[in-house]
């Protein structure tokens, strides 16, 4: 009995994969609702970033331009000039020192009656403003916390949409076999890992800007006190 020939070449050559993961198959191959879900996680990881580098950007101007006013403010014998040339600037220290020098202005228009009632309106005025300009730089963190919090609920709706497709689908197919619910599943899943995909990076940089805000704001509260202090000692002398 004789036998063929084996193909000793073909049998030891590695079997290769015909198929690979392709992320814009899975989005085409995915059901319409599951598509939308990426859709808008997508989108909103486009803002995120869009966020993050533009906060970077600002946050690192206005703490340059807070720390040159600072140096030009202390070191001038004459605060109301210097206060002329970062009066249309977006400089939060200069805002500060406006709202204080304004405040002393009317305070002592018609003569000093009440040193103590003076100093605190002078002080509640710079610590009011020191709350807004934060408030105002931390407004734009809002939609990272949202994303960060929120994108990994809206990835799992999409797969648990995805997963309750399949089966359906093996329901209408009349069969359990894998080659049937894998590819639901992949695209479900895929949902998921797109929701993680926007909302981690969004966590680690509302995080990292929140600290950089209330740094930021500590430092224009020490800015504020030291006037203050500078001007109860004015107000003292009148």
């Not at 906060?55 to 690192?60: A, V, Y």
């Not at 895929?190 to 704001?217: D, H, K, M, Q």
Request: no cysteine; hydrophobic share 50%.
């Amino acid at each position: 009995m004789t036998f063929p020939p084996l193909n000793l070449m073909a049998a030891a050559a590695p079997v290769e994969m015909s198929g690979k993961l392709n992320p814009v198959q899975l989005f085409l191959d995915a059901d319409i609702v599951v598509q939308v879900v990426m859709v808008g996680l997508i989108l909103a990881s486009i803002w995120s970033w869009m966020i993050i580098v533009s906060f970077s950007m600002r946050l690192g101007t206005l703490k340059r331009r807070s720390a040159a006013f600072e140096r030009e403010f202390w070191q001038a014998d004459d605060f109301d000039s210097v206060m002329s040339q970062y009066q249309k600037k977006d400089v939060p220290s200069a805002r500060i020192a406006g709202v204080a020098m304004n405040e002393w202005k009317r305070s002592t228009a018609k003569g000093l009656k009440d040193r103590d009632a003076a100093s605190s309106r002078i002080g509640a005025a710079m610590a009011g403003q020191v709350a807004e300009e934060a408030d105002t730089l931390a407004a734009r963190l809002n939609f990272l916390a949202t994303v960060g919090s929120v994108a990994p609920f809206i990835g799992l709706f999409g797969t648990v949409w995805g997963i309750m497709n399949s089966f359906f689908q093996i329901g209408v197919q009349e069969s359990s076999s894998l080659a049937v619910v894998a590819p639901g599943i992949s695209e479900a899943l895929f949902a998921t890992a797109i929701g993680l995909f926007a909302a981690i990076p969004a966590v680690i940089a509302y995080n990292r800007f929140s600290n950089g805000v209330n740094l930021f704001e500590a430092r224009l509260q020490r800015f504020a006190d030291k006037f203050h202090a500078n001007l109860g000692r004015e107000l003292e002398r009148l």
